[in-house]
């Protein structure tokens, strides 16, 4: 893992200095430059592989006429440097990214869909004249550019852009309506104006004109298989093992993060049988009632791992700014930077089970809300009372959105379900996650008219972003699957990792996120993930249940046992103990000035009493919170190299 940066368009070999020096978090163990003819690379290594000085970027071909610089790993990279190498390829170092380089000459463009692993890399030909970038299959790795003056900047974190003092810190007015409504930016939006994400499984390239393709190289396809339920166990038994061990490639220690849950403790149980030595594990405590040390004990003992139990009391909202500025992105779920902070001294790569959820359907919740919707919707075809249900709840919707009283938002998740019951994107809103994406009437009274109009119909362009999702002839809980994969972790759980993690210097892997198993995922139906979902109103259906039986011989039985529970903190308990006191400066700070977000609407919520009815008013007042300290940050100050940290700065 490491930091990327560069230009096309111009040399000034000091800003690329800075544009590295600035990601030396993400790679403190060298730096590498590249300048030629108007092409800038610059590169911060965290060595993982081939840790000798030829592991050093950039790095080129025999005869130098191609380089790249590259974050990540490619878990496969042996095989295909075998097959390079027996057509006449020559390497000059045994890491990964130099096997990448290669590919690109051997194959053309075509090379990317060969690349398993998490990565974003950028190449120079000097033959064509031409730099490609390109970034996983699964956002894992990030990136971000932008065109300033005709000139191509990227980086991947943006703080590395922005250390080019012409490209402009403007807010995004469409970046931030969605951060505000769904606590994340999906797909290409980021906060600053200008300023973009590259899209996870998209390779671009340019010339000294622009963009001369930017495709899409990837998707995941619903292709459901017809074999029988033991033998998609004995798949996914087979194909997570391999995943396993091919996100074990690493010429220095790997460890586990390990919760107790189904997810970490079925990376436990495979890597256990491919290691000698015991496994490196550790387990992250809050203080809190919904702590995880238990449980992750007794996986511990029972794989016999050598373990670590890491205690600390976070100040989320105090360390708030460190935080932000290490996301680049106004961000309130960024948790995973403790455990990192504290494991980072220790070892240099940390697995964990992100994507199971997403991949075998572990958010029970949301598959029985979706089913709870269908059932619904066809009673009310049946009753032949839709059209007047649906047009009464409509216009409580709208009362209720433009002149209701706060406490009674609660009820806003019943009326929007019978108001939008034909609309499956419409219903995912309901559910996708504590943030409520608030409807135009209601985004009124949020958003100072100034912006609002800058904007243009907010809910309409994020339901626009969704959409795509839902257009399929797919049931609706296999589009509830896509969409979580699709969007949710992408931008969010992996962004979110990745800048955690890295802020640390430690590189952080998924096995559930290996090519082969994901594929694999997307062809099982839906019945076997979500066990008995049909009788839901039972309330014994079981979430991942093919996972479950995957791995049922391998683990104790306590595991299956024990419900999914979230990592972090509670919404309502941090508003309590920490947000609302740090919060009260809100009516006056500068998202108010800058005609941004309506005073009256914080004071409404602040001034309330406190009450768990109003959960999601909470996490809007989170969001609003970090958006005031990412925008004294990156808008109102310039000194992005050295900022300070102490909250007191944010506070009016």
Known sequence: MCGITGVFGFED???????????????????????????????????????????????FNEDKSMAIIA???????????????????????????????????????????LLNGCFAFA?????????????????????????????????????????????????DPIGINYFVNLRYFPR??????????????????????????????????????????????????????????L??????????LLSGGIDSSSLVAYASKLVDTPLKTYTMGFGEEQDEIKD????????KTDHEVLSMKTNLIKDSPKLIWHADHPKRNLYPYYISKLISGKVKVVLGGIGADELFGGYSWKYVVSNLALDTRKNLDVSGMKNEVVESARKILQYQTRHGFIEDDRFLEYIKRLANIDNNTELYFIF?????????????????????????????????????????????????????????????????????????????????????LVDYSFTIPYKYKIFNLSNYQQGNHIGKFVLRMAVKDKLPSRVFDKPKQGWGSDVFVTYKTELKQFAQSLPESSIVKDKIIKKDYIHNILNHYESRNLIKHYCTIWNLFAFEIWNKMYIHDTNIKNPNFNINNYLN
């Open 188 to 245: 290409d939006s980021t906060p600053f104006f200008g300023i973009k994400k590259f899209l996870p499984a998209y390779i671009m390239v340019l010339d000294k004109n622009g963009i001369v393709s930017y495709e899409e190289y990837w998707r995941p396809k619903l292709d459901f298989t017809n074999e029988s339920f033991d033998a998609i166990v004995s798949n996914v038994d087979k194909k997570l093992e391999e995943a396993v061990k």
């Open 71 to 113: 974050n990540g790993e490619v878990y496969n990279f042996k095989s295909i440097r075998n097959e390079l190498e027996k057509k006449g390829h020559r390497f000059s170092s045994d890491t990964d990214s130099e096997v990448i380089l290669h590919s690109y000459e051997e194959y053309g463009l075509d090379f990317v869909k």
């Open 13 to 59: 070999k000091d800003l690329l200095k800075e544009m590295v020096g600035i990601l030396k978090h993400r790679g403190p163990d060298s730096k590498g430059y590249f300048l030629d003819k108007n092409i800038m690379l610059g590169h911060s290594r965290l060595s993982i592989i081939d840790l000798s000085e030829k592991g050093n970027q950039p790095l």
């Open 432 to 516: 996708k996650t504590l943030d409520e994406v608030y409807n135009n009437h209601y985004l009124n009274r949020i958003y100072h008219e100034d912006f609002f109009e800058k904007i243009q119909e907010p809910y309409d362009k994020i339901k626009k972003i969704y959409e795509t999702y839902f257009n399929n002839n797919h049931s609706f809980v296999d589009q509830v699957l896509l969409t979580d994969y699709s969007v949710k972790l992408k931008d969010d759980f992996l962004f979110v990792d990745d800048h955690m993690t890295m802020a640390n210097s430690l590189e952080s892997r998924s096995p559930f996120l290996e090519n082969n």
């Open 247 to 256: 996100k074990m490639t690493s010429d220095v220690p790997v460890a586990f």
């Open 296 to 303: 992750a004990q007794v996986i511990a003992d029972y794989f």
């Open 123 to 171: 190449i120079w030909d000097s033959n064509k004249k031409q730099m490609i970038l390109a970034r996983d299959r699964h956002g894992m790795k990030p990136l971000f550019y932008t065109f300033n003056n005709g000139n191509f900047l990227f980086g991947s974190e943006i703080k590395a852009i922005l250390m080019h003092k012409d490209v402009k810190r403007e807010i």
